[in-house]
Nanobody
Framework: VQLQASGGGLVPPGGSLRLSCTAS????????VAWFRQTPGKEREFVAA????????FYSDSVRGRFSVSRDPPKNTVYLQMNSLKPEDTAVYYC????????????????????WGQGTLVTVSS
């Protein structure tokens, strides 16, 4: 499956953005889809994940209550709605997918994901 991430841009602190991750080649059925982010010199950091079948969602402590992950089956797309953005949210955001439902503790590890999108840059600055 090929993933296409989009929706990044420049937004002032307190603003909102919605990122999209669309799959081609196959559907997200049976997959877990996650968002990670990365800044220069740092490891890729888990942000959020959603189980396509059942829709259970998971968030890192740093974004819980501000970000929301959702899915749109007809469009084969996963969204990351980001509200109340802070300068420390500035990063390249990647979507990733794995064709199974890992246990919750495994979701936070980038190594379990088989497919990755190309990344989209989010800059939070005034």
């Amino acid at each position: 499956v090929q993933l296409q991430a989009s929706g990044g841009g420049l937004v002032p602190p307190g603003g909102s953005l919605r990122l999209s991750c669309t799959a081609s080649g196959r559907t997200f059925s049976g997959h877990t889809v996650a968002w990670f982010r990365q800044t220069p010199g740092k490891e890729r950091e888990f942000v959020a994940a959603i189980r396509w079948s059942g829709g259970g969602s998971f968030y890192s402590d740093s974004v819980r209550g501000r970000f929301s992950v959702s899915r749109d089956p007809p469009k084969n797309t996963v969204y990351l709605q980001m509200n109340s953005l802070k300068p420390e949210d500035t990063a390249v955001y990647y979507c990733a997918a794995v064709p199974r439902t890992p246990i919750m503790s495994a979701l936070f590890s980038s190594g379990i994901y088989d497919y990755w999108g190309q990344g989209t840059l989010v800059t939070v600055s005034s």
